[in-house]
């Protein structure tokens, strides 16, 4: 059976990000799904080994909601940008809340069978993040 997974790709930042559906994460990845860039890079990645990372994120930012911008597909991978928004007022990244407003953005790019995730590769802007947090100063340009 064929999926339309850009369709899936938006369904999975919608219903976990957005609405927090917990049940479709187990839905949505493949036992032993492997991902880069959430946890070791290429360990696999089982519903509970995402777990602490999406917890992380929705306890630090509890009102976060991602906008997926962009979607492209081809055969079985998909790749998206997106754009997150949210005001940090949980500890859960390992520093007090700031009640900020932040705003960084994220390319991740999927493959998919029967329409789960199978493969992921996650990048997003931490440095940026942090700096909209107060976090380590921008390193000091070097003349030369």
């Known amino acids: ?11 999975w930042f919608e219903e976990v990000w ?6 479709t994460i187990s839905e949505m990845i493949v036992p032993g799904t492997v991902a880069f860039g959430l946890t070791e ?3 696999a990645m089982s519903v509970e080994g995402f777990m602490p990372f999406f917890e992380r994120f929705t306890g630090a ?3 976060m909601r991602i906008a997926v911008e962009d979607v492209i597909g081809e055969g079985d991978q998909t790749a998206c940008r997106l754009r997150a928004t ?16 932040v705003s960084f ?10 329409g789960q995730i ?13 700096q909209q947090l ?4 921008p390193q000091a340009k070097v003349k030369g």
Do not use: Y
């Not at 339309?4 to 369904?11: A, E, G, M, P, V």
């Not at 107060?134 to 100063?137: A, L, R, T």
């Open 134 to 137: 107060g976090g380590p100063p």
């Open 61 to 63: 930012f509890p009102d």
């Open 118 to 130: 199978a493969e992921s590769w996650n990048e997003f802007d931490a440095w940026g993040l942090m």
């Open 1 to 11: 059976m064929a999926h339309d997974n850009k369709q899936l790709t938006r369904r």
């Open 86 to 101: 949210g005001t940090h007022t949980g500890a859960h990244l390992g520093m007090p809340p700031t009640g900020k407003a």
């Open 18 to 23: 957005n609405q927090r559906r917990v049940a």
């Open 105 to 114: 953005s994220a390319i991740i790019w999927c493959r998919w069978r029967d």
């Open 41 to 43: 890079s290429g360990s």
